[in-house]
């Protein structure tokens, strides 16, 4: 059983930045998919960011590229999030995720994912 362990959500201003950490609890699977994915009110979940092991492949959303960077230490276990020029539209209950990965690009869909972390709420205030 796989847990992840999120950190670093808040509240920020508008225009500030945020950095999230996701720490696996024990050994990922030897090639595995793992990013982020959020949840605002009466909405679906979607897809951030996500990384595949190696980082040979990244994905992200439209509303985030140029914003958003996510980042792998694979020695640690541990996937970062760094959350730049937030908008309020940001504003998210954020979640940590990972899949088995096979090659290819990593899945989007948060139906895809085996494992989750606890959640992170972001505040963003314009």
């Known amino acids: 059983q796989v847990q992840l362990v999120e950190s670093g959500g808040g509240s920020v201003q508008a225009g500030g930045s945020l950095r999230f950490s996701c720490a696996a609890s024990t050994y990922l699977y030897s090639s595995y998919c793992i990013g982020w994915f959020r949840q605002a009110p009466g909405q679906e979940r979607e897809g951030v960011a996500i990384i595949a092991s190696g980082g040979s492949s990244t994905y992200y959303a439209d509303s985030v590229k140029g914003r958003f960077f996510i980042s792998l230490d694979n020695a640690e276990n541990t996937v970062y999030l760094q959350m730049n020029s937030l908008k309020p539209e940001d504003a998210a209950m954020y979640y940590c995720?990972?899949?088995?990965?096979?090659?290819?690009?990593?899945?989007?869909?948060?139906?895809?994912?085996?494992?989750w972390g606890q959640g992170t709420q972001v505040t963003v205030s314009s």
């Open positions: 995720a990972t899949r088995p990965w096979y090659g290819g690009s990593c899945a989007t869909r948060w139906e895809n994912y085996v494992y």
